[in-house]
């Protein structure tokens, strides 16, 4: 792909920065593609039987499917669908905020228990597989949030949205931060957070390769089993 068939709203220089790293950097993409394929598909058949489980835990708990798909903004500022096993009551978008925060009274009695293990991340390794997502990358947002990226920020639109990130270890309580402001949450998460989960971001950019998503899919497991 050349920088001019990027969406309009990606081609800035600051942008193109980040472009022209990244094109130095093909053969760590493809490396990270691979590997995204191997481990998804693997994990996937020796996880099946918690997957399994939890799913029909989900189900008998509370009204709804299985799964939540919410729209994210992905690679190259597409939308997709994420998966997440549905840990709130059924339309909890319509109910409330996009973000989580404290003790939610949307999310379900299973959904805190999968919540507290992060199994409801687990689901994204069907995004991991089916190409809309990465083990590693900045975390997807919804379109509301991606609106309000100054244009420095489009660059993270750049790779793969990952199920964990630097910036997901450092943010991994984020509810509960959002939760002690005394502003608007997503006025909070936008002027507060975001720029600082940006920063990080964009670090990765910088030193993006497959043992650095390695090591910091083991820096994810050790801070959630802190």
Same mark, same amino acid.
């Given at each position: 792909?050349?920088?001019?068939?990027?969406?309009?709203?990606?081609?800035?220089?600051?942008?193109?920065?980040?472009?022209?790293?990244?094109?130095?950097?093909?053969?760590?993409?493809?490396?990270?593609?691979?590997?995204?394929?191997?481990?998804? =598909?693997?994990?996937?058949?020796? %996880?099946?039987? /918690? #997957?399994?489980? !939890?799913?029909?835990? +989900?189900?008998?708990?509370?009204?709804?499917?299985?799964?939540?798909?919410?729209?994210?903004?992905?690679?190259?500022?597409?939308?997709?669908?994420?998966?997440?096993?549905?840990?709130?009551?059924?339309?909890?978008?319509?109910?409330?905020?996009?973000?989580?925060?404290?003790?939610?009274?949307?999310?379900?009695?299973?959904?805190?228990?999968?919540?507290?293990?992060? =199994?409801?991340?687990?689901?994204? %390794?069907?995004? /991991? #597989?089916?190409? !809309?997502?990465?083990? +590693?990358?900045?975390?997807?947002?919804?379109?509301?949030?991606?609106?309000?990226?100054?244009?420095?920020?489009?660059?993270?639109?750049?790779?793969?949205?990952?199920?964990?990130?630097?910036?997901?270890?450092?943010?991994?309580?984020?509810?509960?931060?959002?939760?002690?402001?005394?502003?608007?949450?997503?006025?909070?998460?936008?002027?507060?957070?975001?720029?600082?989960?940006?920063?990080?971001?964009?670090?990765?950019?910088?030193?993006?390769?497959?043992?650095?998503?390695?090591?910091?899919?083991?820096?994810?497991?050790?801070?959630?089993?802190?």
């Amino acid at each position: 792909m050349h920088f001019e068939d990027l969406p309009p709203k990606m081609q800035n220089p600051e942008t193109r920065v980040y472009f022209e790293k990244l094109q130095q950097h093909r053969g760590a993409l493809v490396g990270k593609r691979l590997f995204d394929i191997v481990i998804s =598909l693997l994990m996937l058949i020796i %996880l099946s039987p /918690v #997957l399994l489980i !939890t799913a029909i835990a +989900v189900k008998i708990d509370s009204k709804g499917p299985v799964f939540y798909r919410q729209v994210r903004i992905g690679q190259y500022g597409k939308k997709f669908r994420i998966f997440k096993f549905r840990t709130m009551v059924q339309d909890a978008d319509k109910k409330g905020l996009s973000i989580t925060v404290g003790q939610d009274p949307r999310i379900t009695r299973v959904g805190r228990a999968i919540r507290k293990c992060r =199994l409801d991340e687990f689901a994204q %390794l069907l995004n /991991v #597989l089916n190409g !809309t997502m990465s083990f +590693v990358g900045p975390r997807p947002e919804v379109p509301k949030y991606v609106d309000a990226y100054q244009d420095a920020y489009m660059a993270t639109l750049l790779v793969r949205p990952g199920v964990t990130a630097p910036s997901s270890i450092y943010f991994r309580n984020e509810d509960e931060i959002l939760a002690a402001s005394d502003e608007d949450p997503e006025t909070t998460y936008i002027e507060k957070i975001l720029p600082k989960k940006m920063a990080l971001n964009l670090e990765y950019l910088n030193s993006i390769s497959v043992w650095n998503d390695i090591k910091t899919m083991f820096q994810t497991v050790k801070a959630v089993s802190a």
